[in-house]
């Protein structure tokens, strides 16, 4: 058995990510990471519950945040709202090394008021993300309290100074933004692409055609196929064959199964054509991979 050296989000069967708090009966996450963790440098779509903010500290990735595709650079950041669809990727395959923070909402209602009037018209809107530069004041500011979180050693003190800098960011973001309401229509086409994410994950071993993948969603091909395009910029079935990609990246780097053995439990035909997609992702043989890693 190889030793494990990919970084793959736990997620439940909706495409939720389970999230593995930091604290014992606080709702929050603190991370430094790498993308090289992942395989392709690709972090694979999900959503959550809980909002977050990422901040690079050396080099540059892509988010894309229900289909908006935003380039944050170094010492940039980015807030996500809660349950948003949201992936990354480093497009040239470079490193970036990241702070990551998520925590649930609830930690910022104390109270019933702030709640109402604070909390829930910021979920509730059509704020899906903010791109945090330096640039700007406030924006700056928000990068700083993050960086402030991260600094935090001491599990007490940690856990104080979130909690007030959660707050303070809170403050800013309903302070600046521009909160107007959600549609109904765009709530509905993401519920339906999750549904059809999340066939592709479970079945993506079995031979999927289009009409199956948009039968999981109760809708037309041709909706299908726009739904992915807007929000995951791929057509479904170039979805599908990346996600066999990275699940067969796993294998390769976990387990002894043979490039054979990995291609037919990914759901390609055979080797011959695993090897062929694989090359034309990766540059390079999956033997070649499997060698260089």
Partial sequence: MKNKCVNVIDLNHDRSEKIKYTYPEFPFY???????????????????????????????????????????????????NSRRLHSAFSEDMTECRYIVILFHPMILCTAKQLEQEIVLPVLNSSLD???LKQAVTWENEIIRYVHLIAERKDENVAVLTAIGSLHFIWSEIVRHSDIKLVTVKNDTQLSILKTMISFVHEYYPEKITL?????????????????????????????????RLR???????????????????????????????????????????????
């Fill in 30 to 80: 603190f991370h430094k990471g790498r993308f090289s963790s992942y395989p392709n440098y690709v972090m694979e779509e999900h959503w959550h519950d809980d909002v977050e903010l990422v901040i690079s500290l050396s080099g540059h990735m892509i988010y894309n945040v229900n289909g908006q595709l935003v380039r944050i650079s170094e010492g940039e950041g980015i807030f996500i």
């Fill in 129 to 131: 993300f903010i791109h």
């Fill in 211 to 243: 009409k199956e993948i948009a039968k999981s969603g109760c809708v037309s091909k041709r909706t299908c196929g726009n739904l992915f395009l807007k929000y995951v910029h791929k057509t479904p079935i170039a979805f599908l064959n990346d996600y």
């Fill in 247 to 293: 699940k067969s990246i796993e294998l390769m780097q976990n387990t002894d199964m043979t490039i054979l053995e990995i291609s037919l439990a990914c759901g390609f035909s055979g080797a011959s054509y695993y090897a062929e997609c694989f090359h034309r992702s990766f540059g390079k043989s999956p033997t070649e991979y499997r060698k260089n890693r």
